[in-house]
């Protein structure tokens, strides 16, 4: 299954595809793509694979003359699935470019011809493909949606590959709406998977974002490590793409720790890499980081070059943030140069550019670039203007006790503004009428300076509310974190007591059984058989006994699934061995869900009982199994034709222990039976 754009962190996105391919199996898929005498079926597939694997991240040239190949040939053949995936392709080789918007109007057909086909695989495809797109253009809510879409149709197809890319992509526009508890699980649920799979590609990704999320934590050096195992996996994949992306970060990363030799040079091998790829986007953000850095090392001839580039790239590919950043660098060398007049304008294009890009940090850059360049030309005015804008978008950014402090900063810069300009121009004059004026400018100001007080008060009592809301939220939690603790050590503590009681008792018999069969060794031979058999049965129970209480306390099996599937293989393995005829029914609907471990453990012991009481004591012709979840509710029913039993003659303590793990799980717990009319076990749970 063709595997779709998938988003980063650390990135705008990623192109997800299969593992790379080893060169004789390109070559084999080049000497069956052009083979004429085979089915069109085939050597389409061979061209769309050849064109997929072998030369989309590492020759887009190349990949993009066999796009245009298979779709003449497919348009020739009126073959319409081939059709759209010569769009995706041709998408693609634009991402890969760095073209997003074009990438789009590529996609956009493939689109319409998919669903024109009925074909719900490359519609996912796709749809995550768009979403990625445009959680790079910053249209995250459109890009969520389309998300959700996506993941919904590969849950559908049981897609697991694509449901691991689909989580991670979710992950990281979560992340870029602020919410990081929702992009860490989404991250985790999405690796877990890639892991099982064993999907290098999807592994490779995981990793990326894991250093993204620490770089958001400013973390550096757990940033960079997790950096340089996505780079290092990305070179063994031959992914050019990833290989550039990763490399620019670990570069950043350097950067930040002092080391800025190592830093250059990852950002040159970047640079190299995204060159020889024609990935326009990279090119653009790697050469501003290496010129920042250029400029920090005082060599603004350099720095003033590599911008001069990102500028020319950034607007013929329709980049806003590389643009904007591009542009207040040049303004800061401008501006080092003695040229404030040319530092304005490029400041002014910036801010334009940041506007576009809807990036607060850009946007305050750009301002601080401009208030540069407006101080450097004496327009006072002007500057202060712009400096009020300034203020107000760090105290978007920053923190609460930078807020306070910059608003503090900004207000002392207004009025020595204020006053240096009252004195020039009234220095020569100083009559009545304008001492009136200024107590009348004192008397506003006070009014000002008052409202200000009053309007900081209600805030920090928000602030303070707001706070202490947070607190009692987080204790909350740590209050439920606590209960989940004491009931993970009961559920441990009664494993114990199930290792202790059962094995304990099986291994005891097992022990007398072998000292029995020791004795009637020399005199009774068909005894000893019949106590070998013993202990072979004996040691087969303890054994999956032991595998029950294993299974049990794994928190990989913590779900409806894991559950519905361990139900499935226990009452194949019993219903095989007795020899009954039967029926087995075992499923789960809809997306998973996780399952407390004592819950899970009560309900799987509910069914083996009453599966074992069918096999031992009903006499039956025919046992039927039925096991079914889904996100809201559990239900099973064990169902026989035999001798049936008298519900409330019954002796023994299975029935009773069955009751009581049922109403400690909040499960609704039914027993069916008479004489001679069999049994109907059935179980019902609600799940919230």
């Given at each position: 299954?063709r595997?779709?754009?998938?988003?980063?962190?650390?990135?705008?996105?990623?192109?997800?595809?299969?593992?790379c391919?080893?060169?004789?199996?390109?070559?084999?898929?080049?000497?069956?793509?052009?083979?004429?005498s085979?089915?069109?079926?085939?050597?389409?597939?061979?061209?769309?694979d050849?064109?997929?694997?072998?030369?989309?991240?590492?020759?887009?040239?190349?990949?993009?003359?066999?796009?245009?190949?298979l779709?003449?040939?497919?348009?020739?053949?009126?073959?319409?699935v081939?059709?759209?995936?010569?769009?995706?392709?041709?998408?693609?080789?634009?991402?890969?470019?760095?073209?997003m918007?074009?990438?789009?109007?590529?996609?956009?057909?493939?689109?319409?011809?998919h669903?024109?086909?009925?074909?719900?695989?490359?519609?996912?495809?796709?749809?995550?493909?768009?979403?990625?797109?445009?959680?790079y253009?910053g249209?995250?809510?459109?890009?969520?949606?389309?998300?959700?879409?996506g993941?919904?149709?590969h849950?559908?197809?049981a897609?697991?590959?694509?449901?691991?890319?689909?989580?991670n992509?979710?992950?990281?526009?979560q992340?870029l709406?602020?919410?990081?508890?929702?992009?860490?699980?989404?991250?985790?649920?999405?690796?877990?998977?890639?892991?099982?799979?064993?999907?290098?590609?999807?592994?490779?990704?995981?990793?990326?974002?894991?250093?993204?999320?620490?770089?958001n934590?400013?973390?550096?050096?757990?940033?960079?490590?997790?950096?340089?195992?996505?780079?290092?996996?990305?070179?063994?994949?031959?992914?050019?793409?990833?290989?550039g992306?990763q490399?620019?970060?670990?570069?950043?990363?350097?950067?930040?720790?002092?080391?800025?030799?190592?830093?250059?040079?990852?950002?040159?091998?970047?640079?190299?890499?995204?060159?020889?790829?024609?990935?326009?986007?990279?090119?653009?953000?790697?050469r501003?980081?290496?010129?920042?850095?250029?400029?920090?090392?005082?060599?603004?001839?350099?720095?003033?070059a590599?911008f001069?580039?990102?500028?020319?790239?950034?607007?013929e590919?329709?980049?806003?943030?590389?643009?904007?950043?591009?542009l207040?660098?040049?303004?800061t060398?401008?501006?080092?140069?003695g040229?404030?007049?040319?530092?304005?304008?490029m400041?002014?294009?910036?801010?334009?550019?940041?506007?576009?890009?809807?990036?607060?940090?850009?946007q305050?850059?750009?301002?601080?670039a401009?208030?540069?360049?407006?101080?450097a030309?004496?327009?006072w005015?002007?500057?202060?203007?712009?400096?009020?804008?300034?203020?107000l978008l760090?105290?978007?950014?920053?923190?609460?006790?930078?807020?306070?402090?910059?608003?503090?900063?900004?207000?002392?810069?207004a009025?020595?503004?204020?006053?240096?300009?009252?004195?020039?121009?009234?220095?020569?004059?100083?009559?009545?009428?304008?001492?009136?004026?200024?107590?009348?400018?004192?008397?506003?100001?006070?009014?000002l300076?008052?409202?200000?007080?009053?309007?900081?008060?209600?805030?920090?009592?928000m602030?303070?509310?707001?706070?202490?809301?947070?607190?009692?939220?987080?204790?909350?939690?740590?209050?439920?974190?606590?209960?989940?603790?004491?009931?993970?050590?009961e559920?441990?503590?009664?494993?114990?007591?199930?290792?202790?009681?059962?094995?304990?008792?099986?291994?005891t018999?097992?022990?007398?059984?072998s000292?029995?069969?020791?004795?009637?060794a020399?005199?009774?031979?068909?005894?000893?058989?019949?106590l070998?058999?013993?202990?072979e049965?004996?040691?087969?129970?303890?054994?999956?006994s032991?595998?029950?209480?294993?299974w049990?306390?794994?928190?990989?099996?913590?779900?409806?699934a894991g559950?519905?599937?361990?139900?499935?293989?226990?009452?194949?393995?019993?219903?095989?061995?007795?020899?009954?005829?039967?029926?087995?029914?075992?499923?789960?609907?809809?997306?998973?869900?996780?399952?407390?471990?004592?819950?899970?453990?009560?309900?799987?012991?509910?069914?083996?009982?009453?599966?074992?009481?069918?096999?031992?004591?009903?006499?039956?012709?025919?046992?039927?199994?039925r096991?079914?979840?889904?996100?809201?509710?559990?239900?099973?029913?064990?169902?026989?034709?035999g001798?049936?039993?008298?519900?409330?003659q019954?002796?023994?303590?299975g029935?009773?222990?069955?009751?009581?793990?049922?109403?400690r799980?909040?499960?609704?717990?039914?027993?069916?039976?008479?004489?001679?009319?069999?049994?109907?076990?059935?179980?019902?749970?609600?799940?919230t």
């Open positions: 299954m595997e779709p754009l998938r988003a980063l962190i650390t990135a705008p996105w990623i192109l997800a595809t299969g593992c391919i080893a060169q004789s199996d390109l070559d084999s898929l080049r000497a069956l793509a052009f083979d004429r085979a089915p069109d079926s085939i050597r389409f597939t061979a061209l769309y050849l064109t997929w694997d072998g030369y989309l991240f590492s020759a887009p040239d190349t990949a993009e003359v066999l796009a245009r190949t779709q003449a040939e497919a348009r020739v053949s009126s073959d319409k081939f059709e759209a995936r010569a769009s995706e392709l041709f998408a693609a080789v634009q991402y890969v470019r760095g073209g918007r074009t990438a789009l109007l590529h996609y956009d057909t493939a689109l319409s011809l669903r024109r086909n009925g074909d719900l695989d490359g519609q996912a495809d796709v749809i995550t493909n768009m979403a990625s797109m445009l959680s253009l249209e995250l809510d459109t890009a969520l949606a389309l998300y959700q879409e993941l919904a149709l849950e559908h197809l897609d697991s590959t694509s449901i691991a890319n689909d989580l992509a979710i992950g990281r526009v992340m709406r602020g919410d990081h508890g929702k992009a860490v699980d989404l991250y985790q649920q999405s690796l877990h998977i890639q892991e099982v799979l064993g999907n290098k590609r999807g592994i490779c990704t995981s990793l990326a974002n894991l250093g993204g999320l620490y770089l934590q400013s973390d550096w050096n757990e940033a960079l490590g997790y950096y340089r195992r996505a780079a290092t996996m990305a070179e063994e994949l031959d992914d050019q793409h990833q290989l992306t490399l620019e970060e670990i570069g950043s990363c350097l950067a930040e720790l002092g080391d800025t030799t190592g830093s250059l040079r990852a950002y040159r091998r970047s640079e190299s890499i995204r060159l020889g790829i024609g990935d326009h986007h990279g090119l653009v953000n790697v501003n980081r290496m010129a920042t850095l250029l400029l920090e090392q005082h060599r603004p001839g350099d720095a003033k590599l001069d580039q990102s500028v020319t790239m950034a607007r590919q329709d980049l806003p943030y590389g643009l904007g950043n591009a207040v660098g040049l303004s060398v401008q501006l080092r140069e040229e404030p007049a040319r530092a304005l304008l400041a002014m294009a910036a801010d334009s550019a940041a506007a576009r890009a809807e990036e607060l940090n850009l305050r850059d750009a301002a601080a401009r208030y540069a360049a407006l101080k030309l004496g327009r005015q002007e500057a202060l203007m712009v400096h009020e804008r300034v203020v760090n105290d978007s950014i920053l923190r609460e006790e930078n807020q306070r402090e910059l608003l503090r900063s900004g207000f002392k810069y009025y020595k503004r204020a006053a240096e300009s009252d004195s020039l121009r009234h220095v020569a004059e100083r009559t009545r009428t304008e001492a009136e004026h200024r107590e009348q400018r004192t008397w506003l100001l006070a009014l300076a008052i409202a200000a007080v009053l309007g900081s008060a209600a805030w920090l009592r602030r303070y509310t707001a706070r202490a809301k947070r607190i009692i939220e987080a204790a909350q939690e740590k209050l439920v974190e606590s209960e989940r603790a004491r009931e993970a050590t559920v441990r503590m009664r494993i114990a007591r199930d290792v202790h009681d059962q094995l304990g008792s099986d291994l018999k097992l022990v007398l059984l000292t029995e069969a020791l004795e009637a020399s005199s009774d031979v068909e005894g000893v058989k019949a070998a058999n013993d202990i049965r004996i040691a087969g129970e303890a054994n999956r032991l595998g029950d209480i294993v049990s306390i794994d928190p990989h099996h913590d779900s409806l559950l519905t599937e361990r139900v499935r293989a226990h009452a194949e393995r019993m219903l095989k061995w007795s020899k009954v005829e039967h029926g087995i029914d075992c499923a789960h609907e809809g997306p998973d869900r996780s399952l407390e471990p004592a819950v899970k453990r009560d309900i799987y012991l509910i069914f083996r009982e009453a599966l074992n009481n069918a096999i031992k004591h009903s006499r039956a012709e025919r046992i039927e199994t096991f079914r979840t889904s996100g809201t509710a559990l239900e099973f029913e064990v169902k026989d034709n001798a049936g039993i008298a519900v409330d019954v002796r023994g303590h029935l009773e222990n069955m009751r009581h793990r049922a109403e799980c909040g499960a609704r717990l039914t027993v069916e039976s008479g004489e001679g009319r069999g049994t109907r076990i059935h179980l019902r749970m609600q799940l």
